[in-house]
Structures are given as C-alpha cells and as structure tokens.
C-alpha cells in the first residue's frame, strides 16, 4: 500500500486482559502469542505491560498506551475478562478501540490451561453498551493467535477511517447549487460525526487564486511535475501555468486554515461561473490533490468529498468521485466478457468531467470539457475557458461504489458496492469506465433511487467493501445499504416483479 499525504497512521495498543479468578499468566502467555503474530504479520501494534486485572490496571494500561502513541486500541481477553475495568479501558481511551477473544488451543490443557474468552466476550459486550461505548468486534472475535491477527490488520483500515474523520475539515467554496438539490444536503449530519466545515464564497477562492504571483517559484515547479505527468504533447502549455497557480493557492490554503483539525478536504464550486472568472476548468488541478490525499469534489458536494476520502483511508489509495451516469449499450460489450459476476443489467458507466487521479487510470490525457463548452463558449471558435480536464479510460480492477450521506430527515446512511471496472473503451468523454456491480440494477432501483440517494458517488479502486461496512457501523450510521441477492427482496420491492 502507498503512503498518502493527508492521511492518519494507524498506530496500535493491545491491552490485555485477565480475569483475578483466572491465571494472570493464562493470559499473559496467551498475548505474547498474539503479539508474536502481529509482529510476523508485519502489523504494527504493541502490547501494553500492564495486563488488566482491576480499575487501577486500566487506568495504568491506559496511560502505557498514551505514552507509546497509540491511537487505536485492541482489548484482548485472554481469558474470561473482568468486565468492568476492560469496559473503562474502551470509555476512556481516546481513539477506536476493537475487541477480541483467546479460543483454547488443544484438548490436552482443558482444565487449568482453559480460559473461557468465548463467555468472557458476551459480558464484555454488554458492558460496552452500559456505557455507551462502540467497539469494533470483528465477525468471527474469539480465535488463535494467527486469526486475530488477520482481524486486526482489517481493524486498521477501520481505525483509519475513524480517525481521519474525527480530525477532517471541509473547505467548502461556493454556495451549494440549486440545480443539484442531492448535492445540498444538510450539513448538521457531518458535525454528528466530528467533521468541522468551513463555508466560503466563490469570490473568496477567486481572490485566493489572484493572491497568487505567476512568477512565484513554485509555480514554476508545479507547471514541471505537471507536464511531467501528463506527457509531451498531451497538454495545452499555455494552461499549465493557471492551473499551477490554482494549485498551490488550494494548497496555501488547507495549510493556513486547519486550525484545530489535522485533514482537509475541499467541496468546490467548479461551474458553470468558474470558468469565465478563471479561465479554465478546475478539474485537472482537482485530479492531482485527490491523487496526493486531499479530495476536491465536484459541485460543493460536501459529502461526495467526504465519501471520497474515507474510500481513500479504507483503501489507502486515491479514490475519485463520480456520477452513476448513463447505461451501456449493448454493441459495447463483445459476446462472451468477463462480467465478473454481474448480470447485463448490471452494467453501467461511471463518468465525471476529468477530476479523477492519473494513478487510477488506464489511459488519459488533458483535454476540454465537452458539456461546458456547449454552455459556454462558441462552437465555432476553439475551446478556451472550458479546458483543463483529465479524461480517458479508467483502471480496470476491483472497485468498491461508496456514499455516505445526509439526508433531509436528519439522518446520515451510507451504501457499500463491491464490484469490477471492466477492461472496456467506453468510447465517450471525460474521465470514464465501465462498471460491473453484481445485483446493480435492483441496488440501482431500491436503494439509491428508492433511499433518494444523489447522483455522485465515491470509487475506491479496491475491494475495501468490508473495512466499509465496519467503519459505518462503528460510526452508528444506521442504514448501511448493500445489494442484494436474488433471493432477497429490499424492503419495498415488488414480489410480483422481482426478478
């Protein structure tokens, strides 16, 4: 996996516990174990000294985590657990905190060698939710060494999404615009969640971008990685320059208005009056922070930026934003493709005008934005203002489709879509491809037409659809919308017409 700029490392504490009827060192032979498969998993977690037997040792435990730096935290009952001092263990440590179980290792160490974790976990739990407190229990939480380990390396893309979350804040520029109502959703959603938001003006980021000295250096510098990136002869040279400028009044900015948080990510006003004011569209610019960390959304779309990036710390890769735009036809697809699951209904293209990073495409290059240019300027005459996209092909592989949103009832829910982007020239414009997503048409008709879902959602180019689905649940959003087998009707679909 690379390493994003923009994103929180994950660092672990394992506190171990011990119930005082059971032998401390039951449990304490029991997590040096753990630990030694944690180490061979390359996973980077260090258990603390002290093993929880009492209140007093969860306070000392907790102050062993403060000091290593921890920021996420694993409860491991090493036998049946003493459920109240783990419990404040999980209240009082400051960051996401998952628990798991010791299963007993062979029939000959039944009677002083047995632990009883898998009774000990049905008290733990209870007592999470006396007080209040979410805890990550993974789907099978009592195992060996070997498979708690492999939990806990899925637990640290949920801790990352957490904690990015917990430290984001939204720059967004622009007001929301009236001809994207599912865009301009209620914000109150985000700051449940622990997001700050930070609303400006178009003119602001106009004054940002005019601040800016062409002959500044770095300018300069950008301009170069720019045309590096893209290629010879797959830019205009005389754009490189504006979009430099705009670049790095974006980057200034996150820089000097963090405050109290340690991520950004931006929701940005990109048409159709950018363009006559800048000169250019923003989307190429928009393509390279998101490839970098730092989202910019489309549309003031604040929580297409949002799903953006936690697609981004799941899969810790850049992520992209895109519509669920328009169906395939059927002379695009040869006779005998690879649908990976996924029925011909299935299918759909993805597409926005060029924001999505060069790292998660097949092919591409700098062109003009085809649908602005029809607004905006004279077909006649070539394109001007409405340059500055990154279009082509997206990368084929696995992708997981992913929103979270506010809805106007006050509630915020979420959907996770695994499925494929298939090796197919879609044969159209913008930064594009073709997407199998088995259930889709049915996912497409009961949960984001029937939940009133907006028409952007975030890509991970992965499978991450699981370290989704864990972050949302810890995070308490209580629609997480799936899609469905056959053999499962949503909760108003039509048995006479189900298919």
């Not at 119930?19 to 944690?38: S, W």
């Not at 920021?71 to 960051?95: K, M, S, T, W």
């Not at 810790?316 to 005998?336: E, F, H, K, M, Y």
């Amino acid at each position: 996996m690379m390493k994003l700029d923009n994103t929180p490392e994950v660092k672990i504490a394992v506190a171990g516990v011990s119930r005082d009827c059971f032998p401390i060192e039951l449990a304490r032979n029991r997590l040096g174990r753990l630990m030694a498969a944690c180490e061979k998993a390359g996973i980077p977690a260090r258990a603390c000294p002290t093993i929880i037997e009492s209140e007093k040792d969860a306070l000392q435990a907790l102050e062993e985590a403060r000091g290593m730096g921890a920021n996420a935290a694993v409860i491991f009952l090493g036998n049946f657990g003493p459920e109240g001092p783990l419990a404040i263990f999980a209240q009082r440590f400051d960051g996401p905190v998952m628990a798991c179980a010791a299963a007993e290792e062979s029939r000959k160490d039944l009677i002083q060698g047995r632990g009883d974790a898998f009774c000990g976990l049905l008290n733990a739990s209870y007592s999470f939710d006396l007080r209040g407190v979410a805890v990550h229990i993974p789907e099978r939480p009592v195992g060996l060494p070997d498979e708690l380990a492999a939990d806990i390396r899925l637990f640290i893309g949920v801790a990352r999404v957490l904690l990015g979350l917990k430290s984001l804040k939204v720059f967004g520029f622009g007001p929301r615009p009236q001809d994207f109502y599912a865009c301009n959703a209620p914000i109150r959603q985000l700051y449940d969640l622990g997001i700050e938001v930070t609303e400006n003006s178009e003119l602001d980021l106009l004054q940002l971008y005019q601040s800016v000295d062409a002959k500044d250096p770095r300018v300069a510098e950008i301009v170069r990685d720019m045309a590096a990136e893209l290629g010879e002869g797959k830019y205009y040279p005389d754009l490189l320059p504006k979009l430099a400028r705009f670049e790095l009044a974006l980057l200034r900015f996150a820089e000097q208005n963090l405050g109290s948080r340690r991520y950004a990510v931006f929701a940005d006003k990109c048409w159709p009056a950018f363009e006559r004011a800048f000169g250019f569209v923003p989307c190429y610019v928009n393509s390279r922070l998101a490839g970098r960390g730092m989202p910019v959304s489309c549309e003031v779309d604040m929580y297409g930026a949002v799903s953006e990036y936690v697609c981004q710390l799941a899969s810790l890769q850049p992520a992209t934003l895109l519509d669920i735009n328009n169906t395939v036809p059927d002379d695009l697809v040869s006779s005998g493709t690879d649908l990976k699951g996924a029925a011909r209904e299935d299918l759909f293209m993805g597409f926005h005008c060029g924001n999505s990073p060069s790292c998660c495409m097949k092919s591409y290059s700098m062109k003009h934005q085809l649908i602005m240019y029809r607004l905006m300027e004279d077909p006649s005459k070539p394109p001007d203002i409405t340059r500055g996209t990154l279009e082509g092909q997206l990368r084929p592989g696995p992708t997981t489709f992913f929103r979270l949103q506010g809805h106007s009832n006050g509630k915020a829910a979420s959907y996770v879509a695994p499925g494929e982007i298939l090796d197919i020239d879609p044969q159209s414009f913008g930064g594009i491809g073709v997407f199998a997503i088995p259930g889709f048409a049915r996912f497409y008709r009961h949960v984001l037409v029937g939940e009133r879902f907006p028409h952007h959602g975030a890509v991970a180019f992965s499978d991450c659809a699981s370290t989704l689905y864990d972050a949302m649940r810890l995070l308490g959003i209580g629609d997480i919308h799936v899609p469905l087998p056959p053999a499962r009707l949503y909760p108003r679909e039509n048995p006479f017409r189900a298919v």
